[in-house]
């Protein structure tokens, strides 16, 4: 059973950093993709990075430019980069890992931009 662990979450103030990381265990393969959402009190979940085995890379465009998805595909993990931290990136945020055909979740970890 594949599990996602991520770790790294909290409260930053507005224009602060956080790192977020992910690991997946479980699987004796590398996932095709990997990637974070997030959901905000009150709205629906939104992908917010995406990185595929080859490396390729999408955002969404509220964070374009101030966050950096990246994977080491040997150790099963991925992390999220989030800089110029906003109010409004304040949401859980989940990691995913695309072991086709399933896509598994983790359980999400607190992101709370405020002063």
């Known amino acids: 059973q594949v599990q996602l662990v991520e770790s790294g979450g909290g409260l930053v103030q507005p224009g602060g950093s956080l790192r977020l990381s992910c690991a997946a265990s479980?699987?004796?393969?590398?996932?095709?993709?990997m990637g974070w959402y997030r959901q905000a009190p009150g709205k629906q979940r939104e992908l917010v990075a995406r990185?595929?085995?080859?490396?390729?890379?999408n955002y969404a465009g509220s964070v374009k430019g101030r966050f950096t998805i990246s994977r080491d595909k040997a150790k099963k993990t991925v992390t999220l980069q989030m800089n110029s931290l906003k109010p409004e990136d304040t949401a859980v945020y989940y990691c995913?890992?695309?072991?086709?055909?399933?896509?598994?979740w983790g359980q999400g970890t607190q992101v709370t931009v405020s002063s």
């Open positions: 990185i595929t085995s080859a490396s390729y890379t």
């Open positions: 479980g699987s004796i393969l590398s996932p095709n993709a």
């Open positions: 995913t890992a695309d072991f086709p055909p399933y896509i598994y």
